[in-house]
Structures are given as C-alpha cells and as structure tokens.
C-alpha cells in the first residue's frame, strides 16, 4: 500500500545542520499523518516531529531547531535539522500513518543514523 524510504543522516558537527528526506510511494492518498522519530542508543524511539494538512507537532528538545515540512506533491517529507547537539545522535526513522478500513496502520522506514559529533 505505502512505504517509505528516508536518505540523508551522516556525520556533522555540533551547531551543523542537516536536512533529512522521506520519499513515500504507493497510495499516498492514505496517509494521515506523516512523522520522523528517533531512537537512540540504549533509549526507547521518540517522536521528534509529526505533521498534518492540519498542524504540525514537535519534541520540546528540538522546537525552534528542527522543521519538518512537505512538497507540494506530499511525496517526500523533510525534516531540517539546524543548530544539532551530540544528544541529537541517533538513528532517525520516518513513519508514515495511513488509514485503510477505518483502521490505522504504521509504515516504517529502515532509519538512518545521524551522528553529531567533534
């Protein structure tokens, strides 16, 4: 039905910035909501950022320094990274939420690390 694929993450420095991308295919028409979560290690997945037609939501340690955001087609989804942190370091996964059958399902990317670090 849907899956989702991110690209980017790599090495940068602190205060660098970094711009990940999250290209969906398939029925895009079912997705409701699109986010990015991180997990680092030995810490359980958190939501950094989640996004709607309707709003847009983020972790309180990445407000005024993360911006996710949409193309115009609604096939790839961003996430901007400014002024990162070593405890930023972590594998960043997209998920996408679709709605089929009045029931919500998760789609998952495979992650990619992001590594802020001197």
């Known amino acids: 039905q849907v899956q989702v694929v991110e690209s980017g993450g790599g090495l940068v420095q602190p205060g660098g910035s970094m711009t990940l991308s999250c290209a969906a295919s398939g029925n895009i028409a079912l997705i409701k909501i699109m986010g990015w979560y991180r997990q680092a290690p030995g810490k359980q997945r958190e939501m950094v950022a989640t996004?709607?037609?309707?709003?847009?939501r983020y972790a309180d340690s990445v407000k005024g320094r993360f911006t996710i955001s949409r193309d115009g087609t609604k096939t790839t989804t961003y996430l901007r990274m400014d002024n990162l942190k070593p405890e930023d370091t972590a594998v960043y996964y997209c998920?996408?939420?679709?709605?089929?059958?009045?029931?919500?399902?998760?789609?998952w990317g495979q992650g990619t690390q992001v590594t802020v670090s001197s």
């Open positions: 996004l709607t037609s309707d709003y847009t």
């Open positions: 998920n996408a939420v679709i709605r089929f059958d009045s029931v919500n399902y998760d789609k």
